[in-house]
């Protein structure tokens, strides 16, 4: 299936539904799992992975965008999607036809939710987003009493939620997290018998590892669907088995001799004569460039470090007196044999975080499916 591919993804979909139902037996009784898979599914594949997602148990999923809504909808799959962040004004009449539902934090977009919702006898469910110290987006917590006499004057909206979002829960050691619980658990008492019946959500992926008593109704984990831990200090927290890797083929193998640089801006040079192979991965497939001479790749079992410039759709790695034969495999995030190269590591290297890195595989890598049946 991936002989003719030069480079793919593999998505492991069993190993996503396994972290579900880790993630999901961690849960207060009662509160329901939502799985984020906005952002191509970080990088995996939106539709199979929230095919997976449901399979492993999801009670929602979250998408960033209507786009990503309205393509889960295509795809058939009728589970309730929350939209994370309020749509531009054009894109409000599509998210009320597939059914989406928002997150609402400005008068304007509760407007002309209400209008398009009238226009289309409908009811939209809404949840309501505070904004309890990330500042992103949000209600100030003063105002939310206010906004939701609002939202109970029109008669296109219902109030279905009310949530906020974390600026550090990876930092196990950092009090935000509290004084944004606090916050939270402040704004819910205030509204005294109207926050009854609604489904309360606060926790992201290091939330629902640490913090127990903030799952309230509902969980919003991400990262850890795709089994990466938010911050490696969680690592101890729950198991989790990642779902994507990076394979790749060699390309070419060439004798260089000593003193002889290689690829752009000859930033190589062989401190020996030795075999040299080029392999079809470069930074427009998600590569970052800034592993020139210091990441490393997987080969017959055994790490090797990226030699030279990596080109937009190659790199080159000096395997000494190794001779790699055209067609091997070559893993450039993921595990061979006993060895792993994991998306954190990948992230240290380049001084970034495991989200970025296989949120940042490129479209152009064909994503293959597989199932494996877990260990
Ligand atoms: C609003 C919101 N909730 C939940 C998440 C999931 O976060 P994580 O991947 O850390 O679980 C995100 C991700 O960015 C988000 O923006």
């Known amino acids: ?38 952002a191509n599914a970080y990088g995996h594949g939106e539709v199979e992975t929230a095919r997976a997602v449901i399979e492993g148990g999801a009670d929602w999923l979250g998408v960033a965008r209507v786009e990503e809504g309205a393509a889960l909808r295509n795809a058939g799959i009728d589970k309730p999607i929350l ?100 916050l939270f658990a402040e704004v819910v008492d205030s509204l ?81 004569d030795g075999f040299v192979s080029t392999v079809p991965c470069g930074y427009a497939d998600g590569l970052r460039r800034s592993l020139t001479n210091s990441g490393e790749v997987l080969i017959r079992g055994k790490r090797y470090r990226i030699s030279g410039t990596i080109t937009m759709d190659h790199f080159l790695v000096d395997t000494g007196q190794e001779e790699l034969e055209v067609g091997e495999e070559v893993v450039i995030l993921g595990c061979q044999g006993d060895e792993c190269i994991s998306a954190q590591e990948m992230a240290d290297r380049i001084g970034t975080i495991p989200y970025e890195v296989v949120c940042g595989i490129s479209s152009r890598v064909t994503r293959v499916y597989v199932d494996s049946p877990g260990y």
């Open 192 to 272: 005294g018998e109207r926050a009854n019946g609604l489904i309360r959500h606060i926790c992201n992926s290091a939330g629902t590892l640490t913090l127990p008593e903030g799952h309230y109704d509902m969980v919003r984990a991400g990262i850890v669907t795709y089994g990466i831990h938010p911050s490696p200090a969680l690592a101890p927290l729950v198991k989790l088995e990642p779902a994507m890797s990076l394979r790749s083929r060699v390309g070419l193998t060439k004798w260089l001799e000593a003193g002889e640089a290689i690829s752009y801006g000859q930033r190589y040079t062989m401190e020996q």
């Open 83 to 182: 939209l994370l962040a309020e749509p531009p004004a054009g894109a409000v009449e599509a998210a009320v036809a597939h059914g989406l539902t928002p997150s609402i934090y400005t008068e304007a977009t509760l407007h002309a939710f209400d209008s398009a919702s009238r226009a289309a006898e409908k009811t939209t469910n809404v949840h309501l987003k505070v904004d309890t110290g990330m500042h992103r987006y949000g209600v100030p917590a003063r105002s939310v009493n206010a906004f939701i006499d609002l939202i109970d004057s029109l008669e296109g909206l219902n109030l279905k939620g009310l949530w906020t979002h974390f600026a550090v829960a990876e930092e196990v050691a950092n009090s935000f997290t509290q004084q944004q619980h606090k």
């Open 1 to 38: 299936m991936t002989d003719e591919l030069a480079l793919w993804a593999e998505i492991d979909l069993g190993a996503i539904k396994r972290n579900v139902q880790r993630v999901k037996a961690m849960l207060q009784p009662g509160t329901a799992l939502l799985n984020v898979v906005k």
